[in-house]
């Protein structure tokens, strides 16, 4: 991929036409991609990015989040002995439930994101972009979703997280905001609270975005997360303590949250 791929010219030239509110059109995708499939999916999701969307929300929407190696993929939708997933909690309390992982790295879009964190070399003002387009390619699913009673979207990570960790790279959260306006956004965040150095110690293969310094801006960033970032209601789950006690805090507050709902 890495010989492949121009990244700062392909999200240049997203954030150009964005400016102007232009469509782009796959063939001028792909002398930075030269991959048509990817090429698509970037025009795709754009579109869900310049497109405003007015639909009638009837489920809920749930974000886990937090800094790295903070426990949500664990706590949302893997699970393991004690461990009861939320996605499963949900499930069983008759719910259904639609999972989202961030950055989707199982996807072309995601792809992307993996490549700028562990092969390029230079650093990218715009990056932000791709998380964007990534998030982007599942505002369609979201939206479907969240028309019917008693679905939920659950979502590791959203745009809270593009914002908390910009931010930090002295990215504006307005501008990131502005630029994902109209993708749907969450009822709840629930932020597993852990320190920085609890991160790094749990993190033995650390990508660009993972040193001391800058979790310690992130982590910032989150506690502080309603300055920067005014979309649903916050919560803060202690996530030093051991897994288990913080599986049960979280699917209290998560029950006590939905049967307020009601």
């Known amino acids: 991929m890495s010989n492949r791929i121009d990244l700062e010219a392909l999200l ?3 954030y150009e036409r964005y400016r102007v509110t232009k469509p782009i059109e796959r063939e001028e995708i792909l002398p930075y991609v030269k991959d048509e499939m990817l090429a698509e999916d970037v025009v795709n999701s754009y579109r869900h990015i310049i497109s405003e969307k007015n639909y009638l ?3 809920k929407f749930l974000v886990v989040s937090g800094i790295d190696k903070s426990g949500k993929e664990t706590q949302t939708i893997s699970g393991g002995g004690c461990v009861k997933p939320l996605s499963k909690f949900l499930t069983e309390k008759g719910y259904r439930v639609y999972t989202i992982m961030q950055p989707s790295y199982e996807t072309r879009l995601g792809g992307l994101i993996k490549y700028y964190l562990t092969e390029n070399k230079k650093t990218i003002k715009l990056a932000w972009i791709l998380w964007s387009l990534d998030r982007a390619q599942h505002a369609e699913n979201v939206i479907r979703w969240l028309g019917e009673e008693k679905n939920i979207v659950l979502a590791k990570r959203w745009s809270e997280s593009n914002v908390v960790y910009h931010v930090a790279k002295g990215i504006k959260a307005d501008e990131i905001i502005s630029f994902e306006k109209n993708i749907p956004k969450q009822d709840l965040t629930l932020i597993l609270d852990i320190k920085p150095e609890t991160s790094l110690k ?3 293969n650390p990508d660009a975005y993972e040193n001391l310094g800058f979790l310690k801006l992130v982590w910032k960033n989150y506690i502080n997360l309603n300055n920067y970032y005014p979309y649903g209601d916050k919560i803060y789950i202690e996530g030093e303590d051991d897994p288990c006690t913080v599986n049960f805090t ?12 009601v």
């Open 202 to 204: 749990r993190n033995a």
């Open 57 to 59: 929300k009837k489920g």
């Open 250 to 261: 979280l699917l209290s507050v998560v029950n006590d949250y939905l049967e307020r709902q």
């Open 12 to 14: 240049s030239l997203i």
